[in-house]
């Protein structure tokens, strides 16, 4: 095992430093109550829809939460990472708001729409072949050729940090209400979100039960939970959840994720679909599918949720109109 | 012209009380804010999503204040209602959670969905053609059979009350921003939405400006503000805003929108189906096409909006797949 350098991960104190650099820039996404899931599950459901987030994602939040800290002589540099779609266009976001070029590497077969997207927002993309080239290489070469700063998709503590401002959102808004989150279920790819989440929930609602999510055949995390240490996944692609495809659980997120979460389940694309089409039909939500796939797992019954304050993280949007159109009709 | 009884129009108290009646039942829908949509018009846009709403659309609220109002010794016979979709599942969700039996009286054409979701919630279907039967005249006799209560569509106090509370909502969230809403698009059919919103607006921020959104070929609205009269449409139908094709404004609805809006316009489908586009692939809503006319009036540019505080209605959801995939592909 590696031996980790504890002083690198984030704390609460850092999640409420987060929240102030994004207050403003990032959208507070509402946390919606939907009474036709209600009664569904015999549960109280909340969605944390950050669907409606700046860039369709919750990337945005650790993108601006790490570029916004880059010090100002080493900003005319630029930013550079790597992603499959949603990073990329949380980067391009942030780096464009605060005036930093960025460069995006892609995975050639990443969704139409997020690489078109991501070059909307004025990124440069350097496109790559996901089953044989390195992105992290890709990156590090043009890191090292220009000085830019990498913005890791997860393995970063600002990054976790940023994701964890949705975790303390959570909780306030479950405050006005008079509830405290009971579980908290979350999709896992490089467990970036799901260690800032947990970590946001848990600074002030430490019984909160969390488990991650993963599509079946792409269960790292899971796998890891239970072997203790970092497993990886055999498949580089084939899942509906293309934003779900991570190999490994990162170096900084799996000994959060391990400490504070430790249980997680899979999703078959099936069930995937089926939560995108029921987010269509009952609640009126654009959800791609791997961000449904916390929902996917709800309503497929895979957790005994009756009675208690839930919530699944809708954690976006970004779906080709061609692919929704076929998993709606 | 008619002399109207003004002790029948709703007031302010009117929509404080249907408040309080929707407290914990109706769905306190947000009010969504897109950079992306701020950016395009140089404006400060919230989109008011009723869309989230019960049943999808603003009319459970009217409903259920209608509904809940109704004597205890008279709900055992019922309610009876007649709509094109969304005030059929309002009034069927309505009924349903306050224990009373509910017959619709719904066009033959109406929607797939809207009647199949009707169905779902419980309530008595009696179907009817649009061109040549009179849905009003078919309620009538089946309230005179059986003794229920109309629930009528829009030219109703307390319907109007109901949907008053988006617009008391509206300040409210506005408020938490220190804002408050200077333009406010709203689509009109009957004129129900619109009444009860620029009442509710304006009860707390007289100075609010509102405007009437309606489909091409049936701008009955617009024309009787013109004219001072209630005008009729030719057309009964030929829009893709199925919610949105009453063929006059209401003898209740009227002098209210008259006083306190007094201007509008109408939009194309062709700017409604990219509103519904832009609602997919930006805001990722689901927003049925008549639900889509305000967000389509403002990106149609018909409006001078820059820098000011506008509110869009997105008022409805319930849109057939097999529509929805045609429209954002």
Chains 1, 2 share one sequence.
Do not use: W
Request: include cysteine; hydrophobic fraction near 45%; glycine fraction near 10%.
């Amino acid at each position: 095992m590696n031996v980790l350098d504890t002083s690198l991960l984030p704390t609460a104190a850092d999640i409420e430093t987060a929240a102030k650099r994004l207050f403003g820039v990032a959208v507070r996404t509402p946390l919606i109550n939907a009474p036709v899931l209600d009664e569904l599950l015999g549960a109280r459901v909340f969605l944390k829809a950050e669907t409606l987030q700046r860039t369709g994602s919750f990337k945005f939040r650790g993108a601006y939460n790490k570029i916004s800290s880059i010090p100002l002589e080493r900003r005319r540099a630029g930013v550079v990472a790597y992603s499959s779609g949603n990073h990329a266009q949380g980067v391009a976001a942030a780096a464009r708001l605060l005036g930093l070029h960025a460069t995006i590497v892609m995975p050639a077969d990443a969704p139409r729409l997020k690489r078109e997207r991501t070059a909307a927002l004025g990124a440069e993309i350097v496109l790559y072949d996901r089953d044989t080239q390195d992105r992290a290489a890709i990156a590090k070469k043009i890191v090292a050729e220009r000085g830019a700063t990498l913005v890791p998709p997860y393995d970063d503590p600002l990054i976790i940090a940023g994701q964890g401002t949705i975790g303390r959102e959570i909780v306030e808004d479950l405050g006005q209400f008079l509830l405290e989150p009971e579980i908290v279920v979350v999709g896992a790819s490089g467990g970036g979100l799901a260690a800032g989440i947990s970590l946001g929930v848990k600074a002030r609602v430490p019984a909160a039960k969390f488990y991650t999510v993963e599509p079946e055949g792409f269960d790292d995390t899971l796998r890891s939970f239970k072997s203790g240490r970092r497993e990886t996944n055999a498949r580089t692609s084939g899942t509906i959840c293309d934003a779900l495809m991570t190999s490994t659980p990162g170096e900084l997120t799996f000994p959060i994720n391990r400490e504070l979460i430790g249980a997680g389940m899979t999703a078959t694309d099936t069930e995937v679909a089926a939560a995108v089409r029921y987010a269509f039909h009952e609640l009126k939500l654009v959800v791609e599918p791997g961000g449904a796939i916390g929902l996917a797992a709800l309503l497929a019954g895979k957790l005994d949720v009756k009675g208690r304050v839930v919530v699944a993280i809708l954690s976006g949007g970004n779906v080709d109109a061609d692919l929704f159109a076929k998993l709606i009709t």
